[in-house]
């Protein structure tokens, strides 16, 4: 069974950068899309970006186009999401995940997860 972990998270202020990494342990991500989701607190866990491992094909939100960037990296069976220009609507815990589908944006189409990175951006 595959095991995820994020890191990377951390608090930054209102147009900083973080770099957020997604490893898998257990599997490769080859045969897999891999997600990544935020949920704040009270809120429901919503898209952010996903990447299919083996197609290269990348899907974003509109809410992060332009500022958040993944990319894979086949030797440590990582995932990266770069993320640029952060705002404080941005905060809250991120998680990846990883779906049999060519990619989905639908939490529940996703069966493996990591247990969460967190990112505070705050002035």
């Known amino acids: 069974q595959v095991k995820l972990v994020e890191s990377g998270g951390g608090l930054v202020q209102p147009g900083g950068s973080l770099r957020l990494s997604c490893t898998a342990s257990?599997?490769?991500?080859?045969?897999?899309?891999v997600g990544w989701f935020r949920q704040a607190p009270g809120k429901e866990r919503e898209f952010v970006a996903a990447?299919?491992?083996?197609?290269?094909?990348?899907y974003y939100a509109d809410f992060v186009k332009g500022r958040f960037t993944l990319s894979t990296d086949a030797t440590e069976n990582t995932v990266n999401l770069q993320m640029n220009n952060l705002k404080s609507e941005d905060t809250a815990v991120y998680y990846c995940?990883?779906?049999?589908?060519?990619?989905?944006?639908?939490?529940?189409?996703?069966?493996?997860w990591g247990p969460g990175t967190q990112v505070s951006v705050s002035s």
């Open positions: 990447i299919g491992w083996s197609s290269g094909h990348e």
């Open positions: 257990g599997g490769a991500f080859s045969r897999y899309a």
């Open positions: 995940g990883v779906t049999i589908a060519a990619w989905s944006k639908h939490r529940y189409d996703y069966n493996h």
